[in-house]
């Protein structure tokens, strides 16, 4: 037979007070006249009762659930995106909170459905949340909640918080030009000329910007400019394989993400060349793979779980300014990539506009 739920009325009997006395303070209500040692005997019986608050009274008494709401596509199945959970999920504990996460598997409706359920469940707001950075509709049955775009941008919502990809970009290219890496410099991904499309995103737009901006104030044209969707390892083998075919030689190769640089390495391997040693390789991500590598993969890190964090602090915080939120891309800086002296001096006490990471 199922255990009878320990109540409020339960705890007052053992420790000697009034229910009001432990509702005000299991539910730590400041102000009150009641002792210190009036306290004590409270949480002492509720401790030794086992008991929990009823959160859905709590919720309509105090108007606060301590739940939020995390809706995605599929952030849950993705291998880097998954750490935009680990981040709000770390954070909200620390703020006493819980993740109630949905995802919706891209299904038609599944976000309308997604937000009546959290809805229905009184969330103190809502994290919504993408694996490639997208402009994504909210719909209108959100009403009053409050919500945090993570990993995406909305016009139907004022917060969203991205990785700084303009400035990750400018870092890493900063760190391979420093390193001497000027000449016979290709990048691997996307080329300038290519009109836009649906992987044309905010991330990729910025990082892009970043990366050639970076490379014409120091007078750095690339050899090449290698197009290639997705940006899987076989397309980057496949694009690095066929310049060396060419007779075209790289000296630095500039990859929009690891899956690239780990197909580009395969390819420089066929060829008798090594990353770092005959090529200078960097990258974008940071992916689980990058220190596997021989060398290890140079890469601006996507921060998912510093952006999981704040989109949480976001939605706790009533007195923020709404915008955008970028969280910086740290450098992880490794063998890819040969970092002389003086450039490994400026790393170890960089300016405050690089996040630079050994």
Known sequence: MAQKRV???????????STTSVSLIMNNRQGTRLSAEAAI????????????????????????????GFISEQVATD???????????QEAKRHGHVLFIAETEGEEGAVHDAVDALTDRQVDGIIYAATRPQSLHVPANVGSTPVVMLNAVSDDVADSVLADEYKGARNIIRLLLDAGHTE?????????????DEWFTVA???????????????????????????????N???????????NVQPRAIICLNDRLAFGAYRALGEAGLKAGRDVAVVSFDDDDIAVYLDPMLTTAAAPFEEM?????????????????HLVPMPLRIRGS??????????IEHPDDETNWVR
Not at 7 to 17: E, Y
Not at 236 to 246: N, P, R, S, V
Not at 337 to 346: A, I, L, N, Q, T
């Open 7 to 17: 109540t409020m009325a339960d705890v007052a009997k053992l420790a000697g007070v």
């Open 41 to 68: 005997r409270v949480r002492a019986a509720a401790d030794e009762l086992g008991y929990r608050p009823n959160l859905t009274a709590r919720a309509l008494s105090t108007q606060k659930s301590h739940v939020i």
């Open 79 to 89: 291998r880097l995106a998954s750490g935009l959970i680990r981040g709000a999920l």
């Open 184 to 196: 016979n410099v290709v990048v691997l991904g996307r080329s300038l000329d290519h009109p836009a």
């Open 204 to 234: 990729v737009q910025r990082r892009l910007a970043g990366i050639w901006d970076t490379l014409r104030e120091r007078g750095v044209t690339p050899i090449a400019q290698l197009h290639c969707q997705p940006w899987s390892v076989i």
């Open 236 to 246: 980057g083998y496949q694009a690095i394989h066929d310049l060396l075919q060419a």
């Open 308 to 324: 999981g964090a704040h989109a949480v602090r976001l939605l706790l915080d009533g007195e923020h300014t709404p915008g955008e």
């Open 337 to 346: 990539v040969k970092v002389p002296e003086k450039v490994g001096s400026r």
